[in-house]
């Protein structure tokens, strides 16, 4: 279970999240909500430690996570992926989704990553090509997938069906669903509850770097 | 005839020293994009601490079939007590400045190191010599070699090779292209980025102080050792394409080859030819010849 | 007391040239004026000081290339406020520095940069050199070759691409043509300075098969090209000239074979004559520092005693006291002083330009020490050219005026 | 009345993979074309190559009757084709308004406005006013006015988006391409934003292409559909005709009929 | 908008120079126009490091600038220090407009080591030109001014002043190429080249332009540096000289045109120090001085001055 108890984030001595308190009990899921500019990907970050808390506290499982540097978060089984793809352009699709497998020496990669193509299929299809060959709703499900790779306790997705084809959210929509059921925690952000609606457990509103909780 | 084979034989040595002391600057360059000035203090380094240590030795009754096995000792001693020092303790906090202002850094630390070599070592030379002739001769077209430079060679190509398989066969080498490109995600994705930096920062280094070491057999060791070093990797690494290895291959190669040819056909020219190789090369691939102008996807 | 009188000293203390000749020099320069400041030096020269004023000295390193050698030259003088500047190894430094000696009325004083062209190209009244130019080096070498191989027919060259290369082949290659008319150039190498890697170098050397090669080479180039032509069996195939091979014949003893001609720009190190100076510096700095001084060093020494000696001299003319700049300025043109590198005399260049003898011979090991053997001498007179003359049209018109 | 925008057989593929395989559309002036279809269906690389950033293998492009397809992207620009990016393409290290300037600074360049040897603050050319107040004005009805001297490196995505549509706007485009205009941006603003560009360009005559994903904003702007799947045209109809076109439901919208047949989309990688 | 006080600043610090500048000691004199030569070729690598283009051999311009001074001067026997200045200008641009067309076409490393490479192929075609005194080079006339030589006390300031007053223009232009559409697309082209293609923008024709002012001006810097230095050799043109420039240009921080004086003055400043109290070890010196600057100043130099302000 994720505990975020009063945490603020400055980044450059401007205070962005205030004060922020959630929790999210394993297997749940969460729809982060909020405007443009409303701090959605400063928490992800937060929790990911890829921004500096500069006060409260963040647990996980009963880990301290602030403790730990972010690579080791990552080893933990959280996933991430960010707003802006960010694939590897260099490395093959395959071996975009490999790299958490292999930083973390997972004796399973080719399992997970045979989970990850039934999952979503359709990046089975542009597995070999490069990561800046492919469109930008492509770069999309393989980050979700790359994400997957090593997030199998808490999945950090930040704007996962923005520029995605309809037909294709309703059908992660689904995945997302299926995860859940195996136990998977994950906290998604969403302008509005467009495409999450029908799955979150609750949801988590954010405004101005300041959060309030919905069930 | 006869002088095409010395073209070639003298080619091929150039070619072996110039990639062994070029090469750890792609690699580092390639990883970090950090164009290393200081790789030449290192390479003096290298030199030095092989031609004392080994000297110290040898006049200390060392069998001198060892001293090959010195020379690398003296080579993985300076690049593990200075790399992690000097990648922890100074580059680290750099990271985040423009690629200029490293490399500018990486000039005061050789400016710093220079001093430092002549504070340790003084300004005398230092000779170790006997490794070059200890293993003998061998006569090719009327000429005679040393067989020592076939051990430089074999240095050359066990560095070239190993690094190879370790950057295109192992995951290793995919997990540094991801760290090259993207040090946040890659942290993101479970990859301890700090420890990247050092060990390739260090073995970057290392290659450059076997580049000494190996070298100090051969010429004497003085200060400002390292500067010419500096700006013939630079070359060398951009004509192949930066942070290629087969291209630093390359690039060694072409240039190690023109230059023997020059010397033989047309001595005058030699002062220059490096730059006119260089400056062919990218007229006609401006990127160098391995690197793919890729388009970037908009 | 007399107000002390301060030297700035100008030589290489960083950079490939430190060790070879800048450091030595500098070495050379402290105790040299260590020892006059102690009056411990013979004869001529045991007055204390500069005329019974204490020297002072503020050192300057000579790296960094013209603009600031130029910077700091300027700051000696109008900064420091120093009486004489001696020093400079770098011709191109000795050019520069030259016309601002003028500018700023120094007296300055080079010890050892080679370039005949400081005193060819203009005239100057606060400048003087008190050591042969590198013109001396090649025709000496050229006419110990005449004595050693009086049949040679082919010649090879392996110098450094910058001025000093270029010019000592020049010098040597045109010597030569003079004293064998029908003399063949087999090859003129000129790699990179500080290239370090003469593999390729050599291999034409060898293929040249020439009955002597010419090389100006100094420092770690020298040094490096001798590690790496000896196991490839060039010195077997030619006789091999280092003009200035002294720097490192002891340091490589156990690398060159017997039979390479040594030279030391000068009647210094092996060649320096055997007086009561000379016995008194080499063993003072021998056991000062635990080498023999090499010929950079004699160099120093050499231009710190002329200044004296000019200075003292000039002292005396004015009746004891101490003397204006202009004054031993007046003194010093076409003075003789001896240094322990023997007599030198202020000839030519209007007679701020210094002429010594030179001397060559090739090396011998005597019992595992390097020495040289068949040594000979060369009267400054037939190794330099005489006053007004510029040294290539005295060597192209056979070594007369 | 002619066609402002004619593309005629387009093709494009990149090794294995067919990103346009005969495209033909011709586009009227002063009309609002919504590209819909897969990921990967093509789109983008459609509107790179109108734009000049790839060359087509085959077929040609013409632009008010003359052939463009050769061009480099800023001579496309000066003719007044202008596009957002789908990925934002801004100055990273710039301010928001800084972004702003340079583009407008460009815009008066290519119109001979504000040389070195010009005095005063010139107006920007179809803005009629000094580049600052112009700059402004955008950020203003973008909605970034509080965003102004951030830089652009640090601002939140659908931020980004919002500024790289802004600074296309700047040159006050003939024909307007928009790369997935809305996404990213919050709900309450995407019909907002997007009214404000259609009435912004619609009252000048401005042709606009943009692709979107979100089906209620191509109902409501669009007039005309163009449906990509697999780098072919499938659909090319008002919307009310297109998105209850039996395939493009199937491949593209969804709903009832969104299970994706595996084998499709770029099946030959 | 700001009030633009540059014009302002730097016409208090010509007006500075020219009226303290009789009263300085030569000592100080002489490096001030050193600093001033090298600030200039700064200025013309800010210009290009605002586009984020790095050149590792501007001191081919400077170089050509200085032989263009020496040369007409050997030749022709010209010595006027604005004649020799500006004609170092007209050629070293005019070279540049030349390899331009090449050199535009590269960014990154590539831009800054194809420079490097053509300077030192002229370097060495100088060193090969025994003629011209191959390394050791050769002496450059005596300056005069408007064709008067001033008397040998006065010959510093004269040449200092004539030295600030180009400066002082260069300056001037300069800035106000910057605000122009061209100019101020540096960090646009730097950030993004493909957005500045799609504002319809060419940035290879930008980058060009620079390339020329900042050779321009480093053929200025160099015949300056020629009359003042009085001699000229091809290290002129070596790379460790142009490593030299790019240091004080980043030292400086291209957050204005003074910056790059300001760094040429404080690099002279620490060097000249770093040789008084250290001449053994005076790299070292110089060395943390200089790590110390870029670790603790993160904008340059320039930012101090910044700071100051904004407080
Ligand atoms: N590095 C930074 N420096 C300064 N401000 C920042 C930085 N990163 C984020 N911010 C500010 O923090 C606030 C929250 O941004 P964040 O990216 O978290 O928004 P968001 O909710 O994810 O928005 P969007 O839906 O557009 O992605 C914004 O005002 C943004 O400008
Ligand atoms: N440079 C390239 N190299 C190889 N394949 C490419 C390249 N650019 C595009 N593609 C492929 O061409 C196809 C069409 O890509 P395009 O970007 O046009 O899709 P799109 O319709 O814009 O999709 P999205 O909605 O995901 O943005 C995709 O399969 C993509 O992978
Ligand atoms: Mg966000
Ligand atoms: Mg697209």
């Known amino acids: 279970m994720l505990r975020v108890e009063g945490v603020d984030v400055s980044i450059q001595a401007v205070q962005i999240l205030r004060s922020v308190t959630l929790e999210l009990p394993t297997g749940s899921v969460a729809g982060l909500i909020g405007r443009n500019g409303a701090g959605k990907t400063t928490l992800m970050k937060s929790i990911m430690g890829l921004l500096k808390v500069s006060r409260g506290a963040i647990g996980f499982d009963g880990a301290d996570l602030l403790a730990r540097p972010v690579h080791a978060r990552a080893r933990m089984g959280i996933g991430y992926m960010p707003e802006d793809r960010r694939l590897i352009p260099d490395l093959t699709v395959q071996e975009n989704l490999l790299v958490p497998a292999w930083a973390a020496k997972l004796p399973d990669a080719a399992a997970r990553l045979e989970k990850v193509y039934q999952l979503i299929p359709e990046i089975r299809h542009f597995a070999p090509r490069k990561g800046l060959q492919i469109s930008g709703g492509q770069q999309k499900l ?19 069906f923005e520029g995605v084809a309809p037909a294709l959210a309703h059908r992660l929509v689904e995945v997302v669903g299926n995860l859940k059921k195996e136990g998977m925690s994950m906290i998604l952000s969403e302008s509005d509850l467009q495409h999450s609606e029908r799955m979150v457990d609750r949801i988590i509103v954010i405004d101005r770097g300041a959060v309030s909780m919905k069930n | 005839m006869q002088q095409l084979v010395a073209v070639v034989i003298d080619g091929i040595i150039y070619s072996a020293w110039l990639f062994v002391a070029a090469v750890g600057l792609t690699l580092i360059y390639g990883v970090m994009k950090i164009l290393n000035v200081a790789h030449g ?33 003296a080579a993985l001693l300076v690049a593990i007590v200075l790399g992690p020092l000097i990648e922890r303790g100074i580059l680290r906090f750099m990271y985040a400045r423009d690629e200029v202002v ?197 | 007391d007399a107000a002390p009188i301060k030297v700035g000293v100008v030589t290489f203390l960083s950079g490939p040239a430190a060790g070879p000749f800048g450091v030595p020099a500098r070495n050379a320069a402290e105790i040299t004026i260590e020892m006059l400041n102690g009056g411990k030096v013979p004869k001529p020269y045991d007055q204390k000081g500069f005329g019974g004023a204490r020297l002072q000295m503020v050192l300057v390193d000579e790296s960094g290339g013209t603009t600031t050698q130029v910077t700091e030259f300027r700051n000696l003088v109008q900064r420091d406020n120093v009486d004489v500047v001696i020093g400079y190894i770098s011709s191109g430094s000795c050019l520069g520095i030259a016309p601002v000696a003028e500018e700023l009325k120094t007296l300055t004083v080079f010890f050892d940069c080679g370039t005949p062209r400081i005193f060819e190209e203009r005239d100057y009244k606060y400048v003087f050199r008190t050591s042969s130019t590198a013109t001396m080096d090649s025709v000496g070498a050229a006419l110990y070759v005449k004595d050693l191989k009086p049949n040679a027919k082919v010649i090879a060259g392996l110098n450094q691409n910058y001025a000093w290369g270029q010019d000592s082949w020049g010098d040597f290659e045109l010597s030569m043509k003079q004293i064998f ?16 890697q003469y593999n390729a170098e050599i291999s034409t050397l060898l293929n040249a098969k020439a009955d002597v090669i010419h090389s100006s080479f100094w420092d770690g180039d020298l040094e490096a090209f001798i590690l790496q032509a000896g196991p490839r069996g060039l010195f077997k195939r030619s006789v ?19 039979g390479v001609v040594i030279g030391a720009r000068g009647p210094y190190g092996p060649y320096a004559p055997d007086n009561e100076l000379n016995k008194w510096y080499s063993a003072t700095f021998q056991d000062r520092y635990n080498v023999p001084p090499n010929y950079a060093a004699y160099q120093m020494t050499q231009a710190i005693l002329g200044t004296k000696a000019a200075w003292e001299k000039a002292q005396a003319a004015n009746g004891g006291k101490r003397p204006s700049i202009d004054q031993v300025i007046a003194a010093f043109e076409r003075l003789t002083f001896t240094g322990p590198g023997g007599e030198v005399r202020m000839a030519i260049g209007k007679g701020h330009q210094a002429i010594t003898e030179t001397a060559y011979g090739v090396t011998k090991k005597v019992g595992g020490k390097m020495t040289v053997a068949n040594v000979k001498r060369y009267p400054a007179e037939t190794v330099n050219p005489p006053d007004g003359v510029k040294a290539a049209d005295w060597i192209k018109n056979g070594f007369k005026k | 009345m002619a066609a402002i925008l004619d593309a005629k057989g387009l093709h494009k593929s990149f090794g294995a993979v067919v990103a346009a395989s005969d495209i033909t559309a011709e586009v009227a002036p002063d009309s609002v074309v919504g590209l819909i279809g897969t990921n990967g269906a093509g789109k983008t690389t459609f509107i790179n190559m109108i734009t000049g950033y790839l060359k087509p293998d085959r077929g040609r492009i013409h632009y008010e009757g003359r052939d463009i397809t050769d061009l480099a992207p800023r001579d496309i620009t000066r003719l007044g084709i202008c596009r957002s990016f789908q990925i934002p393409q801004l100055y990273s290290s710039l301010s928001a308004y800084e972004n702003m300037l340079i583009g407008l600074s460009v815009v008066m360049r290519n119109h001979g406005v504000g040389g070195f040897f010009s005095r005063g603050r010139p107006d920007v050319p179809g803005h009629g006013r000094p580049a600052e107040e112009v700059a402004d004005d955008l950020l203003e009805r973008f909605g970034l006015a ?65 692709v979107e994903h979100d089906m209620e904003v191509v109902s409501r702007f669009a007039e005309r559909v163009l449906a990509f799947y697999d780098g072919r045209i499938i659909a090319d109809a008002p919307p009310e005709v297109a998105l209850n076109d039996r395939e493009v439901r199937r491949f593209v919208v969804g709903g009832e009929l969104h299970r994706l047949d595996e084998k499709r989309d770029g099946a030959h990688a | 908008m700001r009030p633009d006080r540059t014009p302002w600043v730097l016409g208090a610090i010509l007006a500075v120079l020219l009226v303290v500048g009789p009263f300085a000691p030569l000592w100080v004199v002489f490096p001030v126009t050193i600093a001033i030569a090298k600030g ?112 040998d006390e006065w010959v510093r300031y004269a040449v200092l002043a004539a030295a600030s007053s180009v400066a002082f223009v260069a300056a001037l232009l300069v800035h106000r190429y910057l605000r122009t559409p061209l ?19 060419s940035a290879r024709y930008a980058i060009h332009v620079k390339y020329v002012i900042a050779a321009a001006l480093a053929g200025l810097g160099g015949g300056l540096a020629a009359t003042t230095v009085g001699h000229i050799d091809p290290e002129m043109a070596y790379w460790t000289v142009s490593g030299e420039f790019v240091f004080i240009t980043i030292l400086a921080g291209t957050g204005n045109v003074i910056a790059p004086f300001l760094g040429a003055l404080i690099f002279e400043g620490i060097r000249n120090v770093a040789f008084a109290v250290s001449p053994n070890t005076w790299q070292m010196v110089l060395g943390g001085a200089l790590l110390a600057v870029i670790v603790f100043l993160p904008n340059g130099l320039w930012s101090l001055f910044r700071r100051g302000r904004a407080a």
């Open chain 2, 102 to 298: 490293i490399l500018l850094i990486t000039y005061a630390l050789f400016l710093i190191l220079e001093d430092v070599i002549k504070l340790i070592w003084g300004v005398d030379p230092y000779f170790i010599a006997e490794p070059y002739g200890l293993l003998g001769s061998f006569d090719v077209a009327d000429l005679t070699y040393p067989y020592y430079n076939l051990i430089l060679v074999g240095v050359a190509i066990a560095c070239g090779a190993g690094l190879a398989w370790t950057l295109t066969r192992t995951k290793t080498g995919k997990l540094l292209l991801a760290v090259i490109h993207d040090t946040e995600v890659s942290r993101a994705m479970g990859i301890n980025v700090g420890r990247f930096y050092m060990v390739t920062f260090t073995f970057g280094s290392l290659l450059a102080a076997i580049g000494g070491a190996f070298t100090a057999p051969t010429v004497s060791v003085v200060p400002g050792l390292g500067v010419e070093v500096i700006v013939l990797s630079f070359a060398v690494v951009v004509i192949g394409g930066l942070g290629s290895l087969p291209g630093a291959a390359l690039g060694a190669v072409i240039v190690g080859l023109v230059r023997s040819a020059t010397i033989h056909y047309l001595p005058q020219a030699e002062l220059f030819v490096i730059y006119l190789v260089m400056a062919m090369v990218l007229a006609f691939r401006p990127r160098g010849l391995f690197m793919l102008a890729e388009a970037r996807k908009i």
């Open chain 1, 142 to 160: 393989v980050a979700i997938g790359r994400a997957l790779m090593c997030g199998d306790r808490l999945l950090l997705l930040d704007e996962p």
């Open chain 3, 181 to 196: 008319p029908k003399i063949e150039v087999a090859t003129s190498q000129m790699p990179k300075l500080f290239a370090g």
């Open chain 5, 40 to 151: 200039l070729v700064a200025l013309g690598l800010m210009i290009l490091l605002r586009c984020g283009l790095v050149s590792f051999g501007q001191a081919l311009y400077y170089c050509i600038g200085a032989y263009t001074a020496g040369m007409l001067g050997r030749v022709f026997e010209l010595d006027g220090v604005f004649t020799l200045m500006l004609a170092g200008m007209a050629v070293a641009a005019a070279t540049a407009y030349v390899l331009g067309f090449l050199l535009a076409r590269y960014r990154g490393i590539f831009f800054g080591l194809l420079s490097l490479a053509f300077s030192m192929i002229f370097y060495g075609l100088l060193v090969k030109s025994e003629t011209l005194g191959s390394t050791d080079g050769f002496n450059v006339l005596p300056s005069t001014l408007f064709g008067i030589r001033p008397a």
């Open chain 2, 41 to 73: 203090s290192f390479y003096a380094l290298g030199a030095y601490a092989a031609a004392s240590i080994a000297g110290a030795l040898l006049a200390g009754g060392m069998p001198p079939m060892l001293s090959y096995a010195v020379l690398l000792g």
């Open chain 4, 146 to 210: 509080e965003y102004r001297d951030k830089n652009a490196q640090v601002l939140p995505g659908g931020v980004r988006k919002l500024l790289d549509i802004a600074l296309t706007m700047a040159a006050k485009p003939k024909v307007l391409l928009l790369d997935e205009p809305t996404s990213g941006v919050s709900a309450e603003e995407k019909f907002s934003i997007m009214e404000m560009i259609m009435k912004a360009v619609r009252a000048e005559g401005v042709t606009v292409l943009f």
């Open chain 5, 183 to 201: 100019g101020s697309l540096a960090p646009a082209i730097k950030d993004n080249e493909i957005r500045v293609e799609y504002m319809g923008a």
């Open chain 3, 240 to 258: 091999v000239v280092l003009t200035t091979g002294e720097t490192a014949m002891y340091k490589l003893a156990d690398k060159i074979p017997d």
